[in-house]
């Protein structure tokens, strides 16, 4: 692990303006996934700012009926919280699906949403890897590829992103809250957070140098049946070779967002519109410029047996 100075801030204001003096800085919450990074000198931050001392732990309700959750929220908190429980059970579900008990008591809400690929490529710093070090090329293209992109990628990477938050965060249409170094504040869908990999995968979201993530609101509840249903190789503290976030109303109308198959969460409207159709229309739609490699085009059949069970499912429980 390379050297690095360390400064604990106080107010948002605060740690955006500390980013601003100390280029090459990154924040610092939980850790889970930053530190593992620095250790292998994948990330190599001059300075860290420890934002745990700001008043951004906290789950209050919105004006619009909805929840505000604060960027250091813990996951165990906010799966535990009763109104997340009954209003938005896939995002509980979701959360417990992901990683150990002992991460999800340190893991926060931003830094889940931020958190970094585990493509084996990525974490091998003898091998090219684009996200790593653009320009270097991509060992996954032909390399081994079962736990990557069938859908979103580009020929500069076919890394998947790892959360499973993100994934029930975007069924519920959750709105991500920033601050910048110059104090401007701004709120990005959640549709809108992550970047297509193209030629530059190293940039993953749409946040600028120092912008920091301070909370996450969900609109209104949706109501229905939430199902949030993960395949992966081992009962626990694995990736999701597949997952499916499912919301259906009453009226048979819903929303399907996927994890493990792109370098986002994938929803498409068009595809929420099929719903009432059958599970083959809303494959057919989104996955129909899917590019698997021939290590991963299993996960198409999984999607599509995962997707029918979790909607078989829903109508059932409706």
Same mark, same amino acid.
């Given at each position: 692990? =390379?050297?690095?100075?360390?400064?604990?801030?106080?107010?948002?204001?605060?740690?955006?303006?500390?980013?601003?003096?100390?280029?090459?800085? /990154?924040?610092?919450?939980?850790?889970?996934?930053?530190?593992?990074?620095? *250790?292998?000198?994948?990330?190599?931050?001059?300075? @860290?700012?420890?934002?745990?001392?700001?008043?951004?732990?906290?789950?209050?309700?919105?004006?619009?009926?909805?929840?505000?959750?604060?960027?250091?929220?813990?996951?165990?908190?906010?799966?535990?919280?009763?109104?997340?429980? %009954?209003?938005?059970?896939?995002?509980?579900?979701?959360?417990? !699906?992901?990683?150990?008990?002992?991460?999800?008591?340190?893991?926060?809400?931003?830094?889940?949403?931020?958190?970094?690929?585990?493509?084996?490529?990525?974490?091998?710093?003898?091998?090219?890897?684009? /996200?790593?070090?653009? &320009?270097?090329?991509?060992?996954?293209?032909? &390399?081994?590829?079962?736990?990557?992109?069938?859908?979103?990628?580009?020929?500069?990477?076919?890394?998947?992103?790892?959360?499973?938050?993100?994934?029930?965060?975007?069924?519920?249409?959750?709105?991500?809250?920033?601050?910048?170094?110059?104090? =401007?504040?701004? =709120?990005?869908?959640?549709?809108?957070?992550?970047?297509? $990999?193209?030629?530059?995968?190293?940039?993953?979201?749409?946040?600028?140098? #120092?912008?920091?993530?301070?909370?996450?609101?969900?609109?209104?509840?949706?109501?229905?049946?939430?199902?949030?249903? =993960?395949?992966?190789?081992?009962?626990?503290?694995?990736?999701?070779?597949?997952?499916?976030?499912?919301?259906?109303? $009453?009226? #048979?109308?819903? %929303?399907?967002?996927?994890?493990?198959?792109?370098? *986002?969460?994938?929803?498409?409207? +068009?595809?929420? !519109?099929?719903?009432?159709?059958?599970?083959?229309?809303?494959?057919?739609?989104?996955?129909?410029?899917?590019?698997?490699? $021939? +290590?991963?085009?299993? *996960?198409?059949? @999984?999607? /599509?047996?995962?997707?029918?069970?979790?909607?078989?499912?829903?109508?059932?429980?409706?």
């Amino acid at each position: 692990m =390379k050297a690095f100075t360390y400064e604990r801030v106080k107010t948002p204001a605060e740690a955006a303006a500390s980013a601003r003096r100390s280029s090459g800085s /990154k924040f610092i919450a939980g850790g889970t996934n930053l530190l593992d990074l620095m *250790k292998l000198e994948i990330e190599t931050p001059v300075h @860290l700012i420890d934002v745990n001392g700001l008043a951004l732990n906290h789950i209050d309700a919105t004006d619009e009926g909805g929840l505000r959750i604060g960027a250091l929220v813990r996951n165990t908190d906010l799966a535990a919280d009763p109104r997340v429980r %009954r209003d938005y059970a896939v995002l509980a579900r979701a959360l417990l !699906a992901g990683a150990s008990g002992q991460l999800r008591n340190q893991a926060t809400t931003a830094g889940n949403l931020l958190q970094r690929t585990r493509c084996p490529y990525f974490y091998d710093t003898n091998l090219p890897c684009n /996200k790593r070090l653009p &320009g270097s090329g991509c060992a996954a293209l032909e &390399g081994f590829s079962r736990q990557h992109a069938v859908v979103g990628a580009s020929e500069a990477c076919i890394a998947t992103h790892p959360s499973d938050m993100a994934v029930a965060m975007r069924v519920l249409d959750a709105t991500v809250e920033t601050v910048d170094p110059d104090g =401007k504040e701004r =709120k990005i869908p959640i549709a809108d957070f992550y970047r297509a $990999p193209g030629n530059t995968p190293h940039r993953e979201t749409v946040l600028t140098p #120092g912008e920091l993530i301070v909370a996450v609101t969900l609109p209104a509840p949706l109501g229905g049946t939430h199902i949030y249903r =993960k395949v992966r190789d081992r009962a626990s503290y694995a990736f999701a070779l597949v997952s499916v976030a499912a919301v259906v109303l $009453p009226d #048979g109308s819903g %929303r399907v967002a996927f994890g493990g198959v792109a370098h *986002k969460p994938w929803r498409q409207a +068009e595809a929420d !519109a099929q719903i009432p159709h059958g599970a083959q229309a809303v494959y057919d739609q989104l996955f129909s410029h899917a590019h698997p490699t $021939p +290590e991963n085009a299993f *996960k198409l059949t @999984l999607a /599509k047996r995962t997707l029918a069970s979790a909607l078989t499912e829903a109508r059932a429980r409706t």
